[in-house]
């Protein structure tokens, strides 16, 4: 946001301490398009619509919108209570549940009427002593309604100091935020860029007071590369999945697997003499199969046998001659 856009007045009191009458006071406020309806929660949806509050000692405490070129009296949900003749200095915010906060001053005390989560109804805190209680939320300073709270600002009984209490301690702590004054009067308050401007009188004279800069959030993107110098978690590998084709070798440097073997299947002939180099199997002999072609020459039996040398019957066709004689053999006569 721009530190030169217009402030934007968010709160106004049009009646003063001295009225001894019935002269209509009037406050303004920002606030959301349905009450009672956050929505996401974010600025625009909290603090876009202009609401105001306006008490006249006939009437009393009655809520508007502004919708379009009209101001809409809207149900303020539960009815205000009936204030008397010594009410004075009437004030209006929104939280962040999209709820009005509504504070006065009753003869030198203070009450402020809010939603309570927790009762689902409007409540009331205080009286706290006090005088010219101004209600705002300081998210209109600082742009973040999750850290916003409603403030009542006031003065004290002696018109010596402002104080104020936020809505997040139930208005039960009080705290001083300026000191020095004389005869004060407290009538608005401005949201300045991060900060909020209280504006009155002291000593029948203008006063400024200032809070101290809310935290500034960047959200703007960092054009230019960012490196992480510390962090939190462990160092870590982060993997790149490659999808253009590498060109050249690549070359696995390191592993968790075991080095492993390639085999090669290979589809062309081999060409040359190829030798069993290393088998599983005992070497044998292979036999040779039987001879079809006739021997020729005289044959020998070069080894021994273990049978005994037999001799080989034969019948005889032929007659012999000679003398034939019995070798060997018995027989029986």
Not at 263 to 271: F, G, H, R
Request: overall charge negative; aromatic content about 8%.
């Amino acid at each position: 946001m721009s530190s030169e856009r217009t402030p934007a007045r968010v709160n106004l009191v049009s009646g003063k301490r001295e009225a001894a009458t019935f002269r209509p006071e009037l406050v303004f406020a920002l606030g959301p398009q349905l009450m009672g309806a956050p929505g996401d929660g974010d600025y625009l949806t909290l603090h876009r619509n202009v609401w105001a509050m306006a008490w006249h000692g006939f009437t009393g405490l009655t809520l508007y919108q502004r919708q379009g070129e009209q101001w809409v009296v809207v149900t303020p949900g539960k009815n205000f209570p009936d204030l008397g003749a010594t009410v004075r200095h009437i004030s209006l915010a929104f939280d962040q549940s999209a709820r009005h906060v509504a504070a006065w001053e009753d003869d030198g005390q203070l009450l402020v009427r809010q939603w309570d989560q927790t009762e689902e109804d409007y409540v009331y805190r205080g009286p706290f002593p006090g005088v010219d209680p101004v209600l705002v939320n300081d998210a209109t300073a600082m742009f973040v309604p999750s850290a916003s709270d409603v403030l009542l600002l006031y003065l004290n009984a002696a018109r010596t100091e402002l104080r104020y209490r936020a809505q997040r301690d139930a208005y039960l702590v009080e705290r001083t935020l300026l000191t020095g004054l004389v005869d004060a009067v407290l009538d608005q308050v401005v949201a300045l860029p991060y900060r909020l401007e209280i504006m009155g009188e002291s000593e029948h004279l203008p006063f400024y007071a200032q809070t101290p800069l809310y935290p500034i959030r960047v959200t703007d993107l960092l054009p230019a590369t960012g490196t992480m110098v510390l962090s939190l978690y462990e160092a870590m590998l982060i993997e790149q999945s490659s999808v253009d084709t590498l060109n050249g070798i690549g070359k696995m440097l390191t592993s968790t697997y075991e080095s492993v073997e390639a085999k090669a299947v290979l589809t062309e002939p081999l060409a040359g003499v190829g030798k069993m180099l290393t088998s599983a199997y005992d070497l044998t002999l292979r036999p040779h199969g039987p001879v079809t072609d006739p021997l020729s020459g005289a044959g020998t039996l070069v080894s021994t046998s273990k049978l005994e040398n037999v001799g080989v019957p034969r019948t005889l066709t032929e007659g012999l001659t000679g003398a034939g004689a019995l070798i060997g053999g018995t027989y029986a006569p």
